[in-house]
C-alpha cells in the first residue's frame, strides 16, 4: 500500500451503505407503431397504442411499466434517432400479417445481434414451403 494512502486512509469517509440510484423516470404513450419514445430514441413494448406507461431510465436498460408491471425492458442506447426493437413484441401483429416479418426492422435488428438462429432459419423456411411467402 502506498504511503500515501496510510496516512489519508484515517480521514476518509465510509461507503454509503446503500448504491445510488441513478435510474430516472418519465411518463409515456405507446405510439401507433407500438413504441414509447424515451429522449431521442423509441423503444418497443407489446402493449396497444395510446396506453399510458411509466418509463424507468438506467444506465444500462429502459424498462417500461404499465399498471405496476414491466412490460418491456431494453438495452439502453445511448445514439440518437434509434429504435429499439424486440420481435417478440410484434408477433401478435405478425399473426395477421405474417408476411411482414421477411422486411421488418424487429428481424433486422434481431440477426444483426445474433438472437435469430439458423434454427429460426429452418423453421422459416419450411413454414414458407408449407404455407407460402405471405
Do not use: F
Amino acid at each position: 500500500m502506498g504511503q500515501a494512502l496510510v496516512v489519508e486512509r484515517p480521514q476518509l469517509l465510509p461507503l454509503p451503505a446503500e448504491d445510488l440510484d441513478l435510474t430516472e423516470e418519465q411518463e409515456g404513450r405507446v405510439d401507433g407503431k407500438g413504441c414509447v419514445q424515451v429522449r431521442t430514441n423509441w423503444y418497443s413494448t407489446p402493449l396497444p397504442p395510446g396506453t399510458q406507461v411509466r418509463v424507468r431510465v438506467a444506465p444500462t436498460t429502459v424498462s417500461i411499466w404499465q399498471a405496476g408491471r414491466e412490460r418491456a425492458c431494453h438495452p439502453r442506447c445511448y445514439r440518437r434517432r434509434q429504435q429499439v426493437l424486440d420481435l417478440e413484441h410484434y408477433l401478435d401483429v405478425l399473426i395477421h400479417k405474417p408476411g411482414a416479418l421477411a422486411g421488418s426492422t424487429p428481424l433486422a435488428q434481431w440477426r444483426a445481434a445474433g438472437r435469430w438462429t439458423a434454427a429460426h432459419d429452418q423453421l422459416w423456411t419450411l413454414l414458407r414451403e408449407r404455407h407460402g411467402p405471405q
